[in-house]
């Protein structure tokens, strides 16, 4: 999917939840996508970790808690129509933002495991600056990644939080994601954790931080 084909899928009459500054007075937003079975409340509260005068949150709620049925290792057609109506929701995010005067070179996207995975994807498949991607626990979607991501991220900043042992998320398709996203002229980031398990830790929230951080220096 690329941003100038509109699709309507199953998310798209779901409620785009804000927080953070109004969108009206933001110089910078965050786009939020939670993970499967949780909610776009939940990123919010999250995203409360990271919260700096002038940015604005934007969390797109999934029909039924979940942006798609199977595993994002799955050849993508058994994750359709839900994987491409989720990237049509972060697009109608960030098109939100920019209606509000924010550019995209000052919107980052923030995701968790699901979230994390439609995150990364929306930027390969819509490569040009963004403000940032910090992907919790995911990797780009596919059974088998696509030999070459065509376009350039020109220098957004990514960063990749994994644990290595993390029952969702194999280490070699964090590895492989980054390799992408450095093919594709980002400037990546990539930790990961020793026997952390499914989950966000204290060392990723303040790297995060930080770039948010910088959105707004």
């Given at each position: 999917m690329s941003a100038d084909d509109r699709?309507?899928?199953p998310h798209q009459d779901q409620q785009l939840v804000t927080g953070g500054t109004d969108l009206a007075d933001a110089e910078a937003a965050l786009v939020l996508t939670h993970g499967r079975g949780a909610t776009a409340r939940g990123m919010l509260q999250m995203?409360?970790?990271?919260?700096?005068e002038g940015v604005a949150f934007l969390a797109p709620q999934a029909a039924r808690q979940t942006w798609y049925?199977?595993?994002?290792?799955?050849?993508?057609e058994r994750n359709e129509p839900g994987r491409t109506s989720g990237l049509q929701a972060i697009s109608d995010a960030i098109s939100e933002a920019n209606d509000a005067g924010i550019p995209t070179e000052q919107i980052m996207l923030i995701g968790f495991s699901q979230g994390a995975c439609l995150a990364s994807e929306y930027l390969a498949r819509?490569?040009?600056?963004?403000?940032g991607l910090a992907a919790f626990s995911g990797g780009l979607i596919g059974e088998e990644l696509d030999d070459g991501y065509p376009g350039d991220l020109e220098g957004?900043?990514?960063?990749?939080?994994?644990?290595?042992v993390d029952p969702h998320i194999p280490e070699e398709r964090v590895h492989d994601t980054a390799d992408v996203f450095e093919s594709m002229n980002a400037d990546v980031t990539k930790r990961l954790y020793e026997g952390m398990g499914?989950?966000?830790?204290?060392?990723?929230?303040e790297y995060v931080s930080g770039m948010v951080a910088e959105l707004v220096d």
């Open positions: 699709v309507d899928g995203a409360a970790e990271f919260q700096q049925p199977n595993s994002f290792l799955e050849p993508v819509n490569p040009r600056r963004y403000g957004t900043p990514i960063f990749l939080g994994c644990s290595d499914h989950g966000v830790n204290e060392d990723e929230m």
